[in-house]
């Protein structure tokens, strides 16, 4: 099974800019449709973005279109996720999360492969 590590979250103010990244290591392939889920505390984990295997196509939800972009380098196993102007509701545990090349093809749903997660808190 795949190992994933996010790295790069941390504290930071409204406005701001964070770029998590999500590295991947064994499993049996040697890429993997992407990407990044957030839980705030008491609500369920949400899709937040994803990307395919081999990067060609994109999703977003529609809370961070045009703030939060995704994006990987295969060479390095790493997919990134940017996230501009942050806003108090976007304060979450952040998830990678990875499955087999095609399992975005009907749109994107929970991932079989998860991280630990990394917290992300904005303050006002």
């Known amino acids: 099974q795949v190992q994933l590590v996010e790295s790069g979250g941390g504290l930071v103010q409204a406005g701001d800019s964070l770029r998590l990244s999500c590295a991947a290591s064994?499993?049996?392939?040697?890429?993997?449709?992407m990407g990044w889920f957030r839980q705030a505390p008491g609500k369920e984990r949400e899709f937040v973005a994803a990307?395919?295997?081999?990067?060609?196509?994109?999703y977003q939800a529609d809370s961070v279109t045009g703030r939060f972009f995704i994006s990987r380098d295969n060479a390095k196993n790493t997919v990134y996720l940017q996230m501009n102007d942050l806003k108090l509701e976007d304060t979450a545990v952040y998830y990678c999360?990875?499955?087999?090349?095609?399992?975005?093809?009907?749109?994107?749903?929970?991932?079989?492969?998860w991280g630990q997660g990394t917290q992300v808190t904005v303050s006002s």
């Open positions: 064994g499993g049996t392939r040697n890429s993997y449709d």
């Open positions: 999360g990875a499955d087999p090349p095609g399992a975005l093809s009907g749109g994107p749903s929970y991932f079989h492969s």
């Open positions: 990307i395919t295997w081999s990067g060609g196509r994109t």
